[in-house]
């Protein structure tokens, strides 16, 4: 089992950026990719973005393509998003989530692991 802890959350305006830190630990050798998924109230979770563990290779939703950013330091088993140009709509829990069958979990059920999650909110 992987677990990980998120960071860096809070309160921006309209047009500001964030970023977040998901630290990764236990048995983090079995991962092949991570990813960043939301959940805003009353509405389910859904995908961000994802990197492959090894090759770094990214993938986004449309909603965010252009401007978040997912990188990774696989030495000290972190993970980033790197927000910019937010918007009231992106606000939501954030939650980290790691798998070891996909390079690119784009689903909740191809997730194995998931952090305790990080409230952003924007304002207008």
């Known amino acids: 089992q992987v677990q990980l802890a998120e960071s860096g959350g809070g309160l921006v305006q309209a047009g500001g950026s964030l970023r977040l830190s998901c630290a990764a630990s236990?048995?983090?050798?079995?991962?092949?990719?991570m990813g960043w998924f939301r959940q805003a109230p009353g509405k389910e979770r859904e995908f961000v973005g994802a990197?492959?563990?090894?090759?770094?290779?990214?993938l986004y939703s449309d909603s965010v393509k252009g401007r978040f950013t997912i990188s990774r330091d696989n030495a000290k088993k972190l993970l980033y998003l790197q927000m910019n140009s937010l918007k009231p709509e992106d606000t939501a829990v954030y939650y980290c989530?790691?798998?070891?069958?996909?390079?690119?979990?784009?689903?909740?059920?191809?997730?194995?692991?998931w952090g305790q999650g990080t409230q952003v909110t924007v304002s207008r």
């Open positions: 236990g048995r983090t050798s079995r991962i092949f990719g």
């Open positions: 990197i492959s563990w090894s090759g770094g290779i990214t």
């Open positions: 989530a790691a798998s070891p069958r996909f390079h690119h979990p784009q689903l909740t059920d191809e997730v194995d692991d």
